[in-house]
């Protein structure tokens, strides 16, 4: 509430709430994206197990060895993508503390620093298409 200085008295006025109904609207989709995040992440392993069980299995009852077999494939791949990829690679490329698709950009052509136009534009085309991918 403000207060409106009229003659002596002050009155309570009513401000407008936008600021209520962004930041109710801001965490709904924050959510809604969440949502979409996890929910992928959380369903994709599922299909992948259904599809390879069913490949292993040949048509027959899925064995404790195929499960446990598709199981472990899933858990090891998972695991390996991770930390491979994502600990070893990425987190070690950053441009002077600064991370994301242009950043890994900055350092592919500073790595080439005698590379032909044609290279160079190649690169910047490629940064630039991966920046529009998020």
Same mark, same amino acid.
């Given at each position: 509430?403000a207060?409106t200085?009229a003659?002596?008295? =002050?009155e +309570?006025v009513?401000?407008s709430?936008h600021s209520?109904v962004?930041? #109710?609207?801001?965490?709904?989709?924050m959510?809604?994206?969440?949502? @979409? @995040?996890y929910?992928?992440?959380?369903?994709?392993? /599922?299909? $992948?197990?259904r599809? =390879?069980? #069913?490949?292993?299995?040949g048509?027959? @009852? $899925?064995?404790?060895g195929?499960?446990?077999?598709?199981?472990?494939l /899933?858990?090891?791949?998972?695991?390996?993508? @991770?930390? /491979?990829?994502?600990i070893?690679?990425?987190?070690?490329?950053?441009n002077?503390?600064?991370?994301?698709v242009?950043?890994?950009? $900055?350092?592919?052509r500073?790595?080439? +620093?005698?590379?032909s =136009?044609?290279?160079l534009?190649?690169?910047?085309? /490629?940064?630039i298409v991966?920046? $529009?991918?998020?």
């Open positions: 509430m207060l200085n003659g002596n008295e =002050a +309570p009513e401000q709430s209520e962004e930041q #109710h609207s801001t965490k709904a989709l959510l809604g994206a969440l949502g @979409v @995040v929910g992928d992440i959380g369903t994709s392993p /599922i299909y $992948a197990f599809e =390879a069980l #069913h490949a292993s299995a048509g027959n @009852v $899925a064995s404790r195929d499960i446990l077999g598709v199981l472990s /899933i858990i090891w791949s998972l695991t390996i993508t @991770v930390t /491979i990829k994502y070893m690679f990425v987190l070690r490329a950053d002077r503390g600064e991370g994301g242009l950043s890994l950009m $900055a350092l592919a500073n790595s080439f +620093p005698t590379c =136009a044609v290279i534009g190649i690169g910047i085309g /490629i940064g991966g920046a $529009a991918l998020f």
